[in-house]
Structures are given as structure tokens and as C-alpha cells.
């Protein structure tokens, strides 16, 4: 069984034509990069398979599980237990602290608490000191390892990244690039990272490359 | 980490809107409890004295000022009654309790009433230290008066003429505080408590001559029992009948064969409701204007306080948070600031009545206090959480039925 299987997906957008998604079967601990132009739908493919957005047609299955067979409720459980996400614009919870984002996210995903794992993938990530912050205090380079943390906090089997470095220099998407895989490996997780930054397409084992959108 | 102490999170995150919602429904909370807590006092306190006495006699005049003087201690005393005539009511076999009232003086914003021992037993007075006056120019203080003049036993005070400050004083130090009563809730509380005798002769009234042996058993002996003289006067008589029969007999002899009227506090004060209904029915529509303008600003302020959780909530769905959670976040922090701003107004509305209480001698004497709640405080109390609970449904609403993906790409 492999962790994800996608066939005959597509997606409308209300107004647009239908974007076909390439069919996927990508296999647990697998890395993958998704790579296309602006508008090619890297962003609807991670949101649909995160399940957070239907696809208007086809079948997503996550961990054997087809996220068109659970009700909200279900859908957004299973989510919090199986898939960490690394949104492009980071989506931290700005009222509470960076280690309390990491807590919270281990909480949703139905762990105990465990402020050693928590701190320990700060120390990791080279933000430990940034643990009580506020995230409206964070530099654009440290809330993004601290969405690293924080989507590897809840021990996912898949990891889902949105465009993790496109606010970073080359030395720098590099270096958080190697964070997110090297956090992905230690937990076992697969991981799918959407980017058009050549720079760092070459780190995975597998590449998909969307075509030109709509 | 749970929907509670994240909603205590997003209030600290945002102090000043946070300070101003509370506020902004403490303030109308608080208006509302004291208009209701008063409208409640009022009545009580005016019904509380209309069952303890049933006919007040005193001079002609109005029965009205008659009852709000002598037993309400809020308005002036027309006049005085002739103390041989009022005595003869003290031994008439229809009257069970019967107690003398002379006014005229003051100490400070508190009235000095010459009368007997019974009246302490008739507002379940009790004292908290010292004894009951013995004799002329010993007095015993409420307990407000007390606190306010601070007065102890064996203290020297003097009074001055006139129901109100600025009189001329009667001499130096004439009196002696001899006790002091528990505090009652009642119109006692801010009473300064002496004989009669004290009062006849501070206003220089012929010495008393004789003891009335009746009068003086019937009300409480030596401590109390005015002695009977010829010339002296008093400003009321309270009297309590066995049945009210009996009163509906006595009554209208007294006004027709006497120089004395007579007033029945229920009459008079049901009287007074007719004329203060249309204004407390003004100021009760006034309350419901302001709880409904409160309510209206209230829920306006929290729901787009807690529009900007729409985002926050499809993160924590991202997350993985279930309906329930999420619900629970919203509701929390609606509760926690509702609940804030209505115990804040309460406060507020309570702490207006005890301060006007203090402030406003009338008010006072009225027995207005802070710790009497209405019972329509109860439904205010319910109305405000509800309020809370309708602004947290509609954001709700509206996070459950928003688009995940749409939400989380708009920021």
C-alpha cells in the first residue's frame, strides 16, 4: 500500500476550465518534489492532498484512506493524525508562543503532551531559544522553521510543504530544505514539497513537474 | 493547551479591545442592575414599613408627608400633635403596639427621633454594644450614624434644630451616647435613638410631672415609658393594631374628633406608586432601551472581535481540530468576556447604590444599600450570557460553513 495514491484527480475552480492533477503513488518515507510555473497547481494539489479541499473529480487515498469517505468532522481528525503541512505563509497562532504552536499542533494530532520532543525539535531546527516568543516577533527565516516544528511536532506519516523557501536566499532555502527532510527522516514521515526554486529540486528522490496551468 | 486557555490567549493578545468590550457591557450591566436593584429597594423598603406600622397620627396636613416623615424618615414634619391627646391612644384596648416619634433635631445629616424602647423592638433592633438610654440626653446611635459621626459609647455630642445640616446647636456636648445598634437594613441604621424627655427639654418644653403607669408597662418600662405631662409634644404616633377591623373603627374618629389626622402607611404609600408609575415606568423603559442599545453594541463589537478568528480556526482545523474544539474556542472566549463585563457591571451598579447611598442623606435614610439584589437581576444576568453566546453563533456559523482551503490561502 503506499502512503499516497491520487488517480484521475482534477479540480474547477468556480470560472476557470478543469486543472487535470497527475496521478501520484508515492510510497512511505518517499521524498518528492512538486515543481511547475506559477499557476500550474501545486498549491490546489497539497491542499487536496491534506484534505483540505475536495477535487472536483478523481480519488485521493492517504494512508489508505480516501478522504471523500469521512465526514468533516473525520476529515479534519484523520488530518491532524496522519499529515503535517507547511504553509507558504506559515499560518502560526499568533496569540500564543512558538512552543505553545508546537504543543497545540501535538495535541490536535492526538499525542500527549511532551515539552522534551517539543523543545528537542526547536533545539533541532536552531530556534530553542525563540520557544516563548511570539510569533509576530519571529524573523520570515525563524517562523519558518518554527512551521517546520510545529507540522513535525505531531509525528505525521506525511509531511506537506507549500513553497518553503520561496522567501529565501540560496544558502538559506538549503539549509531549511535539509531541516524539513532531516525532521521528516528521524520521524519516518513522507514528505511532498511544492517549489519552482531549482535550487533545491535536486535534494529529493523523486520529482513531479506540473505543466503550465490554465 | 485547550480551547479555554487558548481563548484566554487571544484575550490577552488583544488587551485594549479586550478592556473595551468588558467595559462597554459592565457599563450597561451596571446601569440596568441599579435601576433594578433601586425600583426593588424602593418598594420593598416602603412595603417592609407599610406591614409594621398600620396608622400613623399626627398633626393636619398631608397623610403623605405624614407617613414619609415619621416613618421613612425622608420627608419634613408638618407639624407636632399634643402629647395628653396622642397618650390617650397608648392605653386604648384596640392598639397593640404603639410608639411615639418626635422629630426637630439633628446630628450632622442624621435625624435625632425622641421615642421609646418599642421602637427598637419594632425594627428588630438590637444593640452591638452598650445599653438603651436611661433617661434625658442619653441616646443610643444606628449603626450607620454611628460609623459616620464616629461616635462610640460614653462619646458627647450636640445636636441642632431643624430635620437637616445647618441649624443652630442645642449647647455644647449635650448628649452622651450610651449604645450602639447592629446594623438592621432598615431606616434605624441612620437614626440617632433618644427619649422623649430629651426632646421636650432641649426645646425647653415643661418639665414631665407625673408617671403614667399604664403607658410606661405597655411600652417597655423605665428604659422607654414617657412620663405623661400636660403641654408637651410629640410629632407622630406609629400604631400597630390586633386587628384591622379595629384600625378601620379607630381611624375616623380620630380625624373627626381630634386635632390629629390620621394616615395608613399602605394606603399612602400604594398612593405614592400611583403617582411615581409614570415615571418609574419612564425609567424602566429607559432600562430596556439601554440593555437593548448594550446588548446591540455588545454583540456587534464580539462578533467582529471574533470574525478575526476565522482564519485561526481553519488553522486549527488544518491541524486537525474537530467542530467541537474549535466551537469551544469561540464560546470560551465569548463566555469568559461576557461573564467579565456582567460581574464588572454588577459590581459597578451595586457599588453606585452603596456610594449614592452614603452620599445622599435622603437616599440613605431610605435604607438604600449596595448588597440587595432584584430578582430581575437574575434574568439580566442570563440575558447578558446569552447576548455573549448569539455573538459567538454567528462567527460560528459562518467558520462552519467557510471553505477550509479558501480561508487558509486569503492570509
Redesign the interface.
Known amino acids: 500500500m503506499h502512503l499516497v495514491e491520487c488517480q484521475d484527480v482534477s479540480h474547477s475552480f468556480p470560472g476557470a476550465p478543469e486543472l487535470p492533477l497527475p496521478d501520484l503513488a508515492i510510497g512511505t518515507g518517499e521524498r518528492v518534489v512538486v515543481t511547475g510555473p506559477s499557476g500550474s497547481g501545486k498549491?490546489t494539489l497539497l491542499?487536496i492532498l491534506?484534505g483540505?479541499?475536495p477535487p472536483t473529480r478523481g480519488e485521493v487515498r492517504v494512508a489508505g484512506v480516501d478522504w471523500a469517505s469521512l465526514t468533516?468532522?473525520d476529515r479534519?481528525?484523520?488530518?491532524?493524525?496522519t499529515v503535517g503541512?507547511v504553509?507558504q505563509?506559515f499560518?502560526l497562532?499568533?496569540?500564543?508562543s512558538v512552543l505553545?504552536n508546537l504543543?497545540?499542533?501535538r495535541?490536535?494530532?492526538?499525542h500527549p503532551q511532551d515539552d522534551e520532543l517539543c523543545r528537542g525539535l526547536l533545539d533541532g531546527i536552531g530556534i530553542l531559544d525563540l520557544a516563548h516568543r511570539a510569533p509576530a516577533r519571529l524573523s520570515r527565516g525563524e517562523a519558518q522553521r518554527a512551521a517546520i516544528a510545529r507540522a513535525v511536532s505531531?509525528e505525521p506519516k506525511l509531511l506537506l510543504a507549500d513553497e518553503p523557501t520561496s522567501a529565501l536566499d540560496a544558502g538559506n532555502a538549503a539549509s531549511v530544505t535539509g531541516l524539513l527532510l532531516e525532521r521528516a527522516a528521524a520521524s519516518g514521515a513522507g514528505v511532498i514539497v511544492t517549489t519552482h526554486d531549482e535550487r533545491i529540486a535536486g535534494m529529493f528522490d523523486r520529482r513531479v513537474q506540473l505543466g503550465c496551468g490554465p | 493547551m485547550n480551547p479555554v486557555s487558548l481563548a484566554f490567549a487571544y484575550l490577552a493578545e488583544r488587551p485594549l479591545a479586550t478592556l473595551l468590550i468588558t467595559l462597554l457591557l459592565a457599563l450597561g450591566v451596571g446601569t440596568i442592575s441599579a435601576l433594578l436593584s433601586f425600583d426593588h429597594q424602593f418598594r420593598e423598603r416602603l412595603l417592609r414599613e407599610a406591614r409594621t406600622v398600620h396608622l400613623v397620627v399626627g398633626s393636619k396636613g398631608s397623610r403623605l408627608q405624614l407617613v414619609l416623615s415619621s416613618v421613612l424618615h425622608v420627608d419634613y414634619p408638618a407639624g407636632n400633635i399634643p402629647w395628653n391627646e396622642a397618650a390617650l391612644l397608648l392605653d386604648h384596648p384596640a392598639v397593640s403596639r404603639a410608639i411615639p416619634v418626635s422629630l426637630g433635631d439633628s446630628v450632622g445629616a442624621f435625624r435625632v427621633v425622641g421615642t421609646t424602647g418599642v421602637f427598637l423592638e419594632a425594627a428588630g433592633a438590637h444593640l452591638a454594644s452598650g445599653r438603651a438610654w436611661d433617661g434625658t440626653f442619653e441616646a443610643v446611635l444606628g449603626a450607620t450614624a454611628a460609623r459616620e459621626l464616629g461616635l462610640e459609647v460614653d462619646d458627647v455630642f450636640a445636636t441642632t434644630h431643624g430635620v437637616g445640616t445647618g441649624g443652630p446647636e442645642h449647647g455644647h456636648d449635650n448628649y452622651t451616647v450610651t449604645g450602639v445598634l447592629a446594623p438592621t437594613g432598615g431606616v434605624a441604621d441612620r437614626l440617632v435613638l433618644t427619649s422623649l424627655e430629651s426632646i421636650w427639654e432641649v426645646h425647653d418644653q415643661p418639665t414631665p410631672t407625673a408617671g403614667n403607669g399604664d403607658a410606661a408597662a405597655r411600652n417597655g418600662g423605665n428604659t422607654a415609658g414617657p412620663r405623661a405631662r400636660q403641654d408637651a409634644e410629640i410629632t407622630a404616633l406609629l400604631l400597630t393594631f390586633h386587628s384591622p377591623v379595629s384600625m378601620l373603627r379607630l381611624a375616623p374618629e380620630i380625624d373627626r374628633h381630634s386635632a390629629m389626622i390620621t394616615a395608613s402607611p399602605a394606603v399612602e404609600i400604594g398612593r405614592l406608586f400611583a403617582l411615581l408609575a409614570p415615571a418609574l415606568d419612564v425609567l424602566r423603559g429607559f432600562g430596556a432601551v439601554l440593555m437593548a442599545g448594550a446588548a446591540l453594541a455588545v454583540f456587534t463589537t464580539l462578533t467582529a472581535a471574533l470574525e478575526l478568528r476565522q482564519r485561526d480556526i481553519a488553522i486549527l482545523r488544518a491541524l486537525g481540530a474537530v467542530r467541537t474544539w474549535t466551537a469551544g474556542v469561540l464560546l470560551a472566549e465569548a463566555l469568559i468576556l461576557t461573564l467579565a463585563g456582567t460581574l464588572l457591571g454588577f459590581a459597578l451598579g451595586h457599588g453606585a447604590l452603596a456610594v449614592i447611598g452614603n452620599v445622599i442623606p435622603e437616599a440613605g435614610n431610605a435604607g438604600l444599600s449596595g448588597l440587595v439584589a432584584a430578582p430581575g437581576e437574575a434574568w439580566l444576568f442570563l440575558a447578558a450570557l446569552l447576548t455573549g453566546l448569539v455573538s459567538a453563533g454567528v462567527p460560528l456559523l459562518r467558520a462552519s460553513r467557510a471553505s477550509l482551503s479558501e480561508t487558509l490561502a486569503r492570509n
Open positions: 498549491t491542499q491534506a483540505l479541499l468533516r468532522n479534519d481528525r484523520r488530518r491532524g493524525r503541512i504553509f505563509s499560518n497562532i499568533t496569540a500564543i505553545d504543543r497545540l499542533a495535541r490536535l494530532a492526538g505531531g
